[in-house]
């Protein structure tokens, strides 16, 4: 337990960008993920290039997923991603497989499920998702999501969407 009596939860977070400098965006993201309060990066993935998921005309997108311990509960943590979204100039439009400037989602928490109409964790999708899984993969091999088993027995499908690793 911390000084103020509260644990250090893991928590992964996808971090996604195709507009502005993807790569440089997701990049300023990681920065300000390692300046959240009661938290602190411990991992971070390398940038994958990924072909547009959901069917739109639109640019590449960049992906990485980074590792936090925190102190925050997930509702607040999830408040602090959207006000680093908001900072970073992340207008939400209800457009859900568009282009955008930044996108952080809250993949995992601890061995959390929550299900709310605003949050719900683990992140829906996360095992139909190469730019999710094989960041996730290269920073937490042996993560058991909870209601998915390990994530190293995760079956991934590298060739749809197209993604490849950029640095």
């Known amino acids: 337990m911390s000084p103020a009596g509260r ?13 502005n400098g993807p790569a440089g965006q ?21 940038l994958y290039r990924t072909a547009p998921f959901g069917g739109t005309e639109q640019p590449d997108f960049v992906n990485a997923v ?34 955008r400037i930044i996108d952080l989602d809250l993949l995992v928490y601890d061995d959390e499920v929550i299900d709310e109409p605003d949050l719900i964790v683990p992140h829906p999708g996360i095992a139909e998702r190469n730019f999710v899984l094989l960041p996730l993969r290269e920073i937490a091999p042996e993560l058991e999501i909870p209601g998915l088993g390990r994530l190293d027995s995760i079956a991934v499908n590298e060739k749809e969407p197209r993604i490849s690793r950029i640095d």
């Open 7 to 19: 644990q250090w939860r893991p928590a992964f977070i996808g971090l996604g960008s195709n507009l």
């Open 66 to 99: 980074a590792a936090l311990e925190t102190q925050l509960d997930a509702r607040a943590l999830l408040e602090q991603l959207q006000h680093i979204e908001h900072r970073r100039g992340r207008e939400r439009d209800g457009e859900r497989w568009g282009a």
């Open 26 to 46: 997701v990049e300023a993201a990681f920065g300000l993920l390692g300046e959240l309060p009661d938290s602190r990066l411990v991992a971070r993935s390398s």
